[in-house]
């Protein structure tokens, strides 16, 4: 993983252990944003985007999900 997605992922469980659970969900949303990138995914929003890294085996069946509820919260 790239260093840049490692340390929004890294800030995010340090907010969210604060409680400051909108940016933690801020930070979360920008790493699925970032991961798709870094895997040469660009095109449509971050819905189509997740499910174009589950399609390609990139992120399991539960991550999958869980990045849905991120979006969701977002």
């Known amino acids: ?5 490692a340390e ?7 907010v969210n252990a604060l409680k400051a659970h ?3 969900g801020a930070l979360v ?3 699925i944003e970032a991961t ?3 895997r040469g995914i660009t095109e449509g929003k971050i819905k189509a985007k997740i ?6 085996g990139l ?13 969701h919260f977002g």
């Open 1 to 5: 993983m790239p260093a840049h997605i």
């Open 8 to 14: 929004a992922a890294a800030e995010a469980h340090y």
């Open 22 to 24: 909108r940016a933690a």
């Open 29 to 31: 949303r920008a790493v």
């Open 36 to 38: 798709a990138k870094e």
């Open 51 to 56: 499910e174009e890294m589950a399609k390609r």
């Open 59 to 71: 992120i399991r069946e539960d991550t999958k999900e869980a990045a849905h509820e991120v979006r």
